[in-house]
């Protein structure tokens, strides 16, 4: 008997012991059991409906799931005024600064080599260092899907396009947005209008005007953050292809889709690398294969046969059997940039797109 009981007794310690091991490892490997502090630079609001809100509701999303407390700064100065808030940021205790805008890269990464103890994550830029990662999406590849879906619906096969700024980034989605009209309506043609604005609705609008009396759109596009040309479009009746976020309850009668952002395939592995000390500095550029990017669902008016034709395309992108600048592709001389077999580096596409493929017409004044 008194041997049983020692059994009991050594089997219960066992148990005893058990347990406080398993309640420390969990308690060394609960990420998210301690809140973590993030500071979020943007470079305007974040309930605009479109580049700010993409960011604001995938950070909502990591911030239930990894436990995190952020503390947002909108209309944060794009030049060197970026920097107190960044250090307010820090002071009060954030381990981990997210910037939404090109402009604050610079300004960042300086901070970067102060605090080393910081995290930065910079959006649209290229840096990397050992606590600072940049990163972007390959949205062209969605760029092309929609221009599928703009070709397949317009029947004057004139189509417009209004643009922030002539740089690559743009240029890149432009080209690409027209070799999707190109493949399914070879017969169509793609205007530009240049607002050289992200966000000013006044210069964004007066472009979109422009454009539309000048030219008989009746599908259109943007590649710009403010709403204007929307409103524009859809006072008009023109048919709608969004950018930045899914805005199809706000233009229920024109909208078809949109290509939209979905950061937070991007937040949360890169945050909960960061409680994990296993942050790698370095510049992503991910694309549909991560989810980073993607459309947003068809409404009702686009035509029947285009989600078919779509999804078909989507998943050979995914399938890493094709890609939007495979060769042959021709700009609007008539030369070969891409030959046939061959494909545009991430760097030229990246940082070289000052040209325009065939079917693009730049509007000017």
């Known amino acids: 008997m008194k041997r049983l009981a020692v059994i009991t007794g050594i089997i219960m310690s066992l148990i005893i012991i058990g347990i406080v091991v398993i309640n420390i490892h969990q308690e060394d490997t609960d ?40 503390d947002y700064r909108e209309n944060v100065p794009m030049d060197e005024g970026c920097i ?3 250090e307010e940021l820090i002071a009060d205790g954030c381990k981990i600064i997210i910037c939404n805008s090109y402009e604050y890269g610079s300004y960042a990464k300086l901070l970067a080599e102060d605090y080393t103890d910081v995290y930065f994550f910079h959006a649209t830029g290229v840096g990397e260092g050992d606590n600072f990662a940049s990163y972007f999406g390959r949205m062209y590849q969605i760029r092309y899907l929609c221009g599928m879906v703009a070709g397949l619906q317009t029947q004057t096969n004139e189509i ?18 027209t070799l999707g009209v190109k493949k399914v309506n070879p017969k169509a043609k793609v205007y530009v209008r240049f607002c050289y604005s992200w966000m000013d609705d006044e210069l964004t609008k007066a472009a979109a005007e422009k454009l539309f009396d000048r030219y008989d759109i009746d599908v259109m596009t943007v590649h710009s953050d403010s709403l204007a040309a929307y409103d524009v479009a859809d ?3 023109i048919w709608i292809i969004g950018y930045n976020y899914d805005n199809s309850e706000r233009y229920p009668e024109h909208f078809l889709t949109a290509a939209v952002w979905k950061w937070e395939n991007f937040y949360l592995p890169r945050i909960r690398e960061v409680l994990q000390d296993k942050f790698v500095g370095k510049h992503y550029w991910e694309g549909v294969e991560q989810g980073m990017v ?5 409404t009702e008016h686009v035509k029947d046969g285009t989600y078919e034709l779509v999804e078909e395309q989507l998943q050979q992108i995914k399938d890493g059997v094709f890609d939007v600048f495979y060769g042959p592709v021709y700009d609007q001389k008539g030369r070969l940039r891409v030959d046939h077999g061959e494909c545009m580096t991430d760097e030229a596409m990246l940082n070289s797109f000052d040209w325009y493929v065939t079917g693009v017409q730049i509007d000017e004044d």
């Open 31 to 70: 990420i998210t059991k301690k809140q973590t502090r993030v500071g979020f630079i943007f470079n305007h609001v974040k309930d605009d409906a479109s580049w700010g809100q993409s960011h604001y509701e995938a950070m909502e999303i990591c911030k239930e799931e990894l436990n995190l407390l952020v």
């Open 84 to 86: 107190p808030v960044m």
């Open 160 to 177: 417009g396009y209004i643009a922030a700024y002539d740089i690559p980034e743009v240029n890149r989605g432009i080209n690409a947005f």
């Open 235 to 237: 006072e008009r009746g």
């Open 294 to 298: 993607g459309l947003s669902p068809f």
